[in-house]
Nanobody
Framework: QVRLVESGGGLVQPGGSLRLSCAAS????????MGWYRQTPGKQRELVAT???????SYGDSVKDRFTISRNNAKNTMYLQMNSLKPDDTAVYLC?????????WGQGTQVAVSS
């Protein structure tokens, strides 16, 4: 069974940085397309960034040039480096793994950007 565990969230001031991690277990991590999404109360889940199993990346418009997604297949881990954080980035950040019709989600990690 695939298990995804996020970590690295917290409270940060505007303009600050955080690095999120998503550790995967129970599967061959390297074959999955991975992504980060975020969720705030009353809003639809928003795509933040994706990375394919061969390393191609894409980003949501609101985070382009500020966030960087990466993966380390040897460590079964995906990362999200978040720079120049804004209050609008406050959300629960969720890790996602996809392979064909199979989709898996982590429980999320809270990011709060506030002074």
């Amino acid at each position: 069974q695939v298990r995804l565990v996020e970590s690295g969230g917290g409270l940060v001031q505007p303009g600050g940085s955080l690095r999120l991690s998503c550790a995967a277990s129970g599967t061959i991590f390297s074959i999955y397309d991975m992504g980060w999404y975020r969720q705030t109360p009353g809003k639809q889940r928003e795509l933040v960034a994706t990375i394919t199993n061969d390393g191609r990346t894409s980003y949501g418009d609101s985070v382009k040039d500020r966030f960087t997604i990466s993966r380390n297949n040897a460590k079964n881990t995906m990362y999200l480096q978040m720079n120049s954080l804004k209050p609008d980035d406050t959300a629960v950040y969720l890790c996602h793994a996809a392979l064909g019709f199979r989709n898996y989600w982590g429980q999320g990690t809270q990011v709060a950007v506030s002074s």
